[in-house]
């Protein structure tokens, strides 16, 4: 989780449980208890007080100095990353040919070359790229947000670059991450932005939902996308200003 998101919620009264990994998920219903894998004594002890469908959620911890925990919930939103599928596209003949990392990452040089294949290019989800200091940077494919997603970005511009100069015989540029901030959507007219021009500042609720927009529309490749996109925006506030309107009205039809 990036910093930005840390603070933000935290300042929200947001309980952040960072550190921990799901050991299992239980479901506490009027009938049945449901359980994914077996469950701790402590664990069951909560879910028999409630009646109601709830969840219980036993939590073990992924770093030294914490202790497991068991919280209960109405409501779990499971989220997964992605993974490469670089392993399922070596030749069965020679498995171990690309070097390729625990995560099913093929390392890359500065200039996003794949190490010992000059005419093989990695980026994003696929690559492992390390800065000077020797760690590993994050890069996942989205446009702008947190910084990983910044990295993959960033690294389309160097690789399209880079493949042309080595059809050309042109120098390689390697690549050099530039961190352009932080921000995220916290739902309908609510985000919040961190530029990395202005140390400290953070905006948050509408003023941060414009200007997370503002600097989505920007980062967006061409004209024609940022027409399109700026298209759906206003459609959909559109539709959801009628929306509002016509509740608003059914309320006070029904009130009189």
């Given at each position: 989780?990036?910093?930005?998101?840390?603070?933000?919620?935290?300042?929200?009264?947001?309980?952040?449980?960072?550190?921990?990994?799901?050991?299992?998920?239980?479901?506490?219903?009027?009938?049945?208890?449901?359980?994914?894998?077996?469950?701790?004594?402590?664990?069951?002890?909560?879910?028999?007080?409630?009646?109601?469908?709830?969840?219980?959620?036993?939590?073990?911890?992924?770093?030294?100095?914490?202790?497991?925990?068991?919280?209960?919930?109405?409501?779990?939103?499971?989220?997964?990353?992605?993974?490469?599928?670089?392993?399922?596209?070596?030749?069965?003949?020679?498995?171990?040919?690309?070097?390729?990392?625990?995560?099913?990452?093929?390392?890359?040089?500065?200039?996003?070359?794949?190490?010992?294949?000059?005419?093989?290019?990695?980026?994003?989800?696929?690559?492992?790229?390390?800065?000077?200091?020797?760690?590993?940077?994050?890069?996942?494919?989205?446009?702008?947000?947190?910084?990983?997603?910044?990295?993959?970005?960033?690294?389309?511009?160097?690789?399209?670059?880079?493949?042309?100069?080595?059809?050309?015989?042109?120098?390689?540029?390697?690549?050099?991450?530039?961190?352009?901030?932080?921000?995220?959507?916290?739902?309908?007219?609510?985000?919040?932005?961190?530029?990395?021009?202005?140390?400290?500042?953070?905006?948050?609720?509408?003023?941060?939902?414009?200007?997370?927009k503002i600097a989505y529309l920007i980062r967006l490749p061409t004209d024609e996308h940022r027409l399109k996109v700026g298209v759906s925006w206003l459609a959909k506030s559109a539709i959801d200003?009628?929306?509002?309107?016509?509740?608003?009205?059914?309320?006070?039809?029904?009130?009189?």
């Amino acid at each position: 989780m990036c910093v930005i998101c840390c603070q933000v919620l935290s300042a929200r009264k947001v309980q952040l449980l960072l550190g921990y990994f799901v050991r299992c998920i239980i479901r506490v219903g009027e009938d049945d208890t449901s359980v994914m894998p077996v469950a701790s004594a402590s664990v069951l002890n909560i879910a028999s007080e409630h009646n109601s469908e709830k969840y219980i959620l036993e939590l073990q911890p992924a770093i030294k100095g914490l202790e497991s925990e068991s919280i209960e919930a109405d409501l779990v939103l499971w989220t997964v990353g992605s993974k490469p599928l670089l392993p399922q596209l070596e030749p069965s003949r020679n498995p171990q040919e690309l070097p390729i990392n625990a995560r099913g990452q093929a390392e890359t040089d500065e200039t996003l070359r794949v190490k010992g294949h000059p005419r093989i290019f990695a980026l994003g989800d696929s690559s492992a790229l390390r800065d000077s200091d020797g760690r590993l940077l994050p890069a996942t494919a989205q446009l702008f947000s947190c910084p990983p997603s910044q990295v993959a970005f960033q690294q389309a511009d160097f690789t399209g670059w880079n493949l042309w100069a080595a059809i050309n015989d042109r120098p390689l540029l390697p690549f050099r991450f530039q961190n352009l901030g932080e921000m995220m959507t916290l739902g309908r007219n609510d985000a919040a932005l961190s530029p990395s021009f202005v140390e400290g500042l953070t905006l948050e609720g509408p003023i941060g939902h414009t200007a997370r927009k503002i600097a989505y529309l920007i980062r967006l490749p061409t004209d024609e996308h940022r027409l399109k996109v700026g298209v759906s925006w206003l459609a959909k506030s559109a539709i959801d200003s009628v929306a509002v309107l016509q509740s608003t009205l059914t309320k006070v039809l029904q009130g009189s």
